[in-house]
């Protein structure tokens, strides 16, 4: 019995603060991995705009008019967008999923870390909002809900997403373990400053972070891990030179993400993936059934008599409104002009491809 699938990480450079030109090229990049026979193409973290590196290089009271473009150049969920990404994927019937900075319609200025997983027939899988921003990410996103944290069943398997720190969230990803999850995305920035490298500190080693969290979730969770990092290149350095050398050069110096896949025995399957590119692996997916005997820390291998994990995953609202009775024979005032779905809270599975 096996389950054989080319899936594909798109190791890609967005076009920073440019929506429109980034959702071009993930269109394209989604209709080149479909031709090469892949049944899964997963995008990385916030790669549409881009990822907003300048809340780590400099100090955010310089940063008012990056924040203004980079809101401006984020999606709501039932925006052109998504739609037009939800139209490539029904058109050549592969699943997509993508990192997208997310417009919160109850909010002007609010947004999040969000990732969404859209079907081979066009329809929204799950909508996942990055539980807790991670470090500097707090002076661009809000903090998200456990309302994607959930494994979607597909005919290439059964899949779950969590984004770049949130692998590192051992109750985040024994969520997704515990709903038998076959295979595993994490989408990671293209990199991630922690210390100016001259100051003799120990700056972030993105990489070296990957290659650890990967690969304790796919021995623990016994499941393949499909890793995507974007690319920061010389077009991302020119979009960025008003940050001035200092943080030119801490952003030269810091470690770059990679995308790869590592197997259910935490082996890397193939190639690292460091240059901008599409990368493809062919998997057997029920290869994960062996090791299981070993570790099933969803099933035997655990004491659920002993512990006991709770996950809420209602929406957060800003606001619940209990309308007043409307007086007899009035019919009410004409609602706002929506720019967003009515409510932050709708079922994502129920959205219907167009």
């Not at 969000?114 to 903090?143: C, M, Q």
């Not at 019919?331 to 409510?343: L, V």
Request: aromatic share 8%; with cysteine.
């Amino acid at each position: 019995m096996s389950n054989i699938v080319t899936i594909a990480g798109a190791h890609l450079e967005p076009v920073l603060l440019d929506k429109t030109a980034t959702l071009k090229k993930a269109v394209a990049a989604i209709a080149e991995a479909a031709d090469r026979g892949a049944r899964l193409v997963a995008f990385p973290e916030s790669f549409i705009p881009g990822f907003p590196i300048w809340a780590a290089v400099r100090a955010p009271v310089y940063n008012h008019e990056l924040f203004a473009r980079f809101v401006q150049n984020s999606l709501y969920l039932d925006g052109p967008e998504i739609e037009e990404l939800r139209r490539a994927a029904r058109r050549d019937e592969i699943v997509v999923s993508m990192g997208f900075s997310e417009r919160n319609p109850a909010s002007l200025g609010s947004i999040w870390n969000s990732n969404v997983l859209i079907g081979a027939d066009g329809n929204v899988l799950s909508h996942h909002r990055k539980i807790v921003p991670t470090f500097y990410e707090k002076l661009i996103w809000t903090p998200g809900d456990g309302h994607g944290l959930r494994v979607v069943a597909t005919p290439i398997g059964r899949l779950g997403v969590l984004i770049c720190g949130e692998n590192t969230n051992p109750l985040a990803r024994y969520t997704l373990m515990a709903e038998a999850e076959q295979l595993h995305i994490s989408t990671y920035p293209p990199l991630w400053p922690t210390r100016d490298p001259a100051s003799g500190g120990r700056n972030y080693d993105l990489e070296n972070a990957i290659r650890i969290r990967a690969g304790a979730h796919s021995f623990e969770g016994k499941v393949f891990n499909l890793v995507v990092s974007a690319v920061f290149a010389e077009d991302s350095a020119k979009a960025l030179q008003s940050l001035g050398e200092s943080a030119e050069r801490i952003v030269a110096e810091t470690a770059r993400g990679i995308s790869l896949v590592i197997d259910p025995f935490g082996d890397v399957v193939g190639d690292v993936q460091r240059t901008e590119g599409i990368l493809y692996r062919t998997v057997d997916t029920d290869d994960v059934l062996e090791p299981k005997q070993f570790h099933d820390i969803s099933g035997s291998y655990n004491r659920f008599d002993i512990f006991d994990l709770h996950v809420d995953r209602r929406r957060v609202q800003p606001i619940t409104i209990t309308p007043d009775p409307a007086p007899a024979g009035f019919a009410g005032s004409a609602p706002y002009p929506s720019t967003g779905p009515a409510d932050p809270g709708w079922p994502e599975t129920s959205i219907q491809a167009t």
